[in-house]
Each structure stands twice: as C-alpha cells, then as structure tokens.
C-alpha cells in the first residue's frame, strides 16, 4: 500500500534562516506530487505542483521554492524566511493516469513557526 | 483557476440533527469533485468523489453528495450527525492536474 511521509513535523525557524521541508511517497511510481499552506479559515492553497522529476509548476509568487530531485521525493525550501512564511505545510499526491482513482493523499502536515 | 466557496464557516449542531453543507465552484467544464474530512489531530482523509455517473454520490460514514452541474454546486449531506463526526469538512475540485480547495467548514456537534 501506499504511504507518504513529511518531516520535520514541527519546525521553529528565526527570521532570514533556510528551510528545507521533505515529502516522500512509497508504493507507487511517477506520482503526481503537490505542496500545499494550510491556513486557519482559509482552507489549502496550493503552492507547488509536479508531474515527474525536475519539473515544478508554481501556483503563487512567493518566498518558497520546490524541487524534485527523485521520482518519489519532493522538497519545499526557502533561502530567508520571512514571519509570514509561518503555517501548516502539507504535501499530497495522486496518481497520474486519468481515471477513477486520482484523488489525493495527504502527509500528515510540518507544523513551521517563524519567530 | 478555479474558486471554490464554502459558505459555511462554522456550523453546530446538536446530534441526531441532519447536516448540509454547501459548496459552489466557479466554472463547468470537465471537473471532478470530493469533499475531505480533517478530524482533530489527524490527517485530511477522502470523504467521498465524484467523477461521472450517478450524481449523487455515496461516501463512508453514512455521508452523500449531491453533483448539480446547472447550479456548480457539490452539497454535502448527512441525515443524522454524529458527536464523532466533528472534523473540519473540504470540498475540492480537481481540473487536469491540480485541485482547488475551499475554505473549509468546521462542524462542532454536541453530544
């Protein structure tokens, strides 16, 4: 079966330091993979989206970026945080054949904090 | 892009009681459609989808969906709610590759 994993799953960052947040996905191949910002009552924004290894499609301007180094990890980084980089950050994947099954599965989240 | 809107914000209600909520998005075409739930502490977890077909649609614990292309409407409905099923509620809709959430309702049911 399948399972994704994130880590850390909480994270306290001063302001101006990286970030590197990590998402991996077992038991399937060639995965749809996204990153997601979760914040309290305004729902999921997607922030990155890939389709296969080395390609990023961004969804909003921000201080973050992603990259997809194996067929099965995705990362999600930032040179300086900023305070309002703070959030719940979820990654999820899905199949990427059209058909009945490509909803999407979530990780259970990195709780960042930037102070 | 797609806009998703839940006009739901907060909802409580008492058990027993029956449960609708709402959820429009902006434009037809080929979409698909789900609502997830978030309980507390744990992961966002698929409710239930829609794809093609019937369009109302049967999910796990006892919830159903309604597609209305006409209205691009996907209400979630519960005939009688549970003090268990207190959980945040997302409706989501899928166009190509990427899916655009709504907001979120969170459902308090008391005891």
Redesign the interface.
């Known amino acids: 079966s399948q399972t994704i994993h994130q880590w850390p799953a909480t994270l306290v960052q001063p302001v101006g330091s990286p970030l590197s947040l990590e998402c991996t996905v077992e038991g399937t191949s060639n995965p749809n993979l996204y990153w997601y910002r979760q914040a309290a009552g305004r729902g999921l924004q997607l922030l990155f989206y890939s389709v296969g290894i080395g390609q990023i499609s961004s969804e909003v301007p921000q201080n973050l970026s992603a990259s997809r180094p194996q067929d099965r990890q995705f990362i999600l980084s930032s040179k300086k945080l900023l305070l309002s980089d703070s959030g719940f950050y979820l990654c999820a994947w899905s199949e990427t054949l059209a058909g009945a099954y490509n909803e999407q599965f979530f990780g259970p989240g990195t709780r960042l904090t930037v102070l | 892009a797609q806009s998703?809107s839940?006009h739901n914000?907060h909802v409580i209600l008492s058990e027993a009681a029956s449960l609708e909520l709402g959820c429009n998005y902006s434009y037809g075409g080929t979409v698909?459609l789900?609502w997830?739930v978030q309980y507390p502490g744990q992961?966002?977890?698929?409710l239930l989808?829609y794809?093609s077909g019937d369009p109302l649609v049967k999910g796990i614990k006892g919830f159903e969906a309604e597609f209305i292309k006409s209205k691009f409407s996907f209400n979630l409905r519960k005939p009688s709610v549970q003090w268990s099923d207190t959980a945040e509620y997302?409706c989501?809709v899928?166009e190509f590759?990427?899916?655009?959430?709504?907001?979120?309702t969170k459902l308090n049911v008391k005891p």
Do not use: E, T, W
């Open positions: 998703v839940q914000h698909n789900f997830y992961h966002l977890q698929l989808k794809f997302f989501a899928k590759n990427k899916f655009y959430f709504g907001s979120g």
